[in-house]
């Protein structure tokens, strides 16, 4: 056969073998993405408007957070949290107003402690949406109640329901998941708002919990 003939299948059979090898890593990737985000995959695809510009940005927001020192709360920090949260969330019957600006500082505090950088919201938001991604809608739809009722936009339905958002992501910042699920009515499980709260999580399950973390931190560095 002719060498000119046999290169040319050399180099196609390359280059097809090549492009398969790019396209399997890509979709791992993408799956990878998906798997790790979430709906948080969708809403970045969304904002971006570009699936490739999506993926990308999301990796940078692993690299970004591999980078940090993020740990668990200790016992003690947990129950001083989960105290503060009781008097927020207590607050809300007779100054709701006051009571969600309460449960933002709480809930940048306890980021604060964990490790996170305190950026501006967007920022704030991003990292927290890569061990977080099934609560970080919450804590959207918590600020955007937050500045609408900076305008004047808000009614108390409004507000019961941003508290309900800060909660979602307050117990899991936590790691705590005993807390339960104000409804409509505007009480929580038998009890009002501003009686129910995420209870600290006992100190062996804090623990716990904080090191199956770390574990899972320490897996995805070493792959």
Avoid: C
């Amino acid at each position: 056969m002719d060498p000119g003939v046999v290169l040319a299948i050399v180099v196609i059979v390359a280059l097809v073998v090549a492009a398969g090898i790019f396209l399997y890593s890509r979709r791992q990737r993408s799956e990878h993405l998906r798997e790790r985000f979430g709906p948080e995959y969708e809403h970045a695809v969304q904002e971006t408007g570009d699936r490739s510009a999506a993926e990308r940005a999301l990796r940078e927001r692993e690299a970004q957070v591999e980078k940090l020192d993020i740990r668990s709360l200790s016992p003690q920090e947990s129950e001083r949290f989960g105290g503060e949260w009781r008097e927020a969330q207590a607050r809300f019957v007779d100054d709701p107003v006051a009571a969600i600006k309460e449960a933002d500082r709480l809930v940048q505090e306890v980021m604060r402690a964990r490790g996170y950088p305190m950026g501006d919201f967007d920022a704030r938001a991003a990292l927290i949406s890569v061990d977080h991604p099934h609560v970080v809608s919450n804590y959207r739809a918590a600020h955007e109640v937050a500045q609408r009722n900076g305008r004047g936009e808000t009614n108390t339905e409004d507000l019961r329901q941003a508290m309900v958002h800060y909660r979602a992501l307050f117990e899991e910042l936590l790691e705590t998941q005993a807390v339960p699920r104000a409804h409509a009515d505007g009480h929580a499980d038998g009890q009002t708002v501003g009686t129910q709260v995420p209870p600290a999580q006992p100190a062996e399950d804090a623990k716990r919990a904080g090191s199956g973390e770390h574990e899972k931190r320490s897996e995805r560095k070493a792959a």
